[in-house]
């Protein structure tokens, strides 16, 4: 990181960081109990005095999946997904958490909080739910995919915040725009994007839009109808994907109401060896640039 920064150009405002999954935390449960692993101290320590001088975000990968994946019961399922449930309360702070997204965002604010750094802001790299898995993996569903990632969105447009950071914002990226169908390991590995490799669509949480609407994603998916979404055909690519204005190229998308749509020009798709992914991939990359260049992204 060090090295990155040293070779930004003068007068930049990129910021520098690095990617954490929630292992780095000894304790999480309940959120106000939150803090690293001491054991983590000579390597963490560095990171998180370097984000601080630098302005950077620390960046973790919050899956409720997995929290539900070790306790299967139909609480914990509405809890994690932004159903109505009874709410878990935090005996310490005093607040009450009603979904697991912001417990597990809260339980990082406090570890941040409590080795001194309450001025490094946070951002969710990465968070999804698979919509597939193999016979033993519990809630890889099409439809809890996609009432996590719907209510995500409808849950980040509202600006609620945290119970501990109420009306604060989060950069958040879902976790993934296609499938990485090379993946090795179990099957909800290959199985967290909102498309196939093809583009064709796994389920619709309202990002993609047609010709001259805007998406929409509004109200609790799961709990009460969604309204009609336009679908893409099967095979055809879809009219367009929502990107934010700092948005990387990736395999992730930034899911905040400050997003806008771009609609990818001349791409077909079909499905196709490993070299025709690969060209796709270019024409996407390639759009991306075109639009931060024109300053349309």
Request: proline letters at 8%; one cysteine or more; aromatic letters at 8%.
């Amino acid at each position: 990181m060090q090295n990155l920064l040293a070779a930004l150009p003068a007068g930049s405002t990129t910021k520098i960081s690095t990617v954490h999954s929630m292992a780095v935390l000894a304790s999480s449960d309940p959120p106000s109990s939150g803090a690293f692993h001491a054991d983590l101290a000579g390597s963490l320590d560095p990171v998180l005095e370097f984000l601080h001088q630098n302005g950077g975000p620390f960046m973790i990968n919050p899956y409720p999946y997995f929290a539900y994946a070790s306790d299967t019961r139909d609480e914990t399922l509405a809890f994690c997904l932004f159903q109505p449930n009874p709410g878990r309360a935090d005996a310490v702070s005093g607040l009450t958490y009603m979904n697991m997204f912001d417990a597990q965002l809260d339980a990082i604010r406090v570890a941040l909080d409590s080795k001194g750094y309450p001025d490094v802001d946070i951002v969710i790299a990465e968070t999804g739910w698979p919509y597939k898995g193999d016979a033993g993996e519990a809630g890889a569903t099409p439809d809890n995919a996609r009432a996590y990632n719907g209510n995500l969105v409808a849950h980040l447009k509202s600006q609620a915040g945290t119970p501990r950071t109420p009306g604060k914002s989060v950069d958040t990226y879902i976790f993934a725009l296609y499938d990485e169908d090379l993946k090795p390991g179990p099957t909800s590995e290959r199985s967290f994007g909102l498309y196939q490799a093809d583009l064709t669509p796994n389920y619709d949480i309202g990002l993609a839009k047609a010709r001259g609407t805007a998406p929409t994603t509004s109200g609790q998916i799961g709990v009460t109808p969604a309204p009609a979404q336009v679908q893409p055909g099967r095979g055809v690519t879809p009219t367009g994907f929502c990107v934010t204005t700092g948005g990387a190229p990736g395999s992730t998308q930034q899911a905040q109401q400050s997003s806008s749509c771009y609609e990818p020009a001349g791409a077909t798709s079909r499905r196709g060896h490993t070299g025709m992914r690969q060209f796709v991939w270019f024409g996407i990359l390639l759009g991306l640039a075109m639009l931060v260049q024109s300053g349309r992204l």
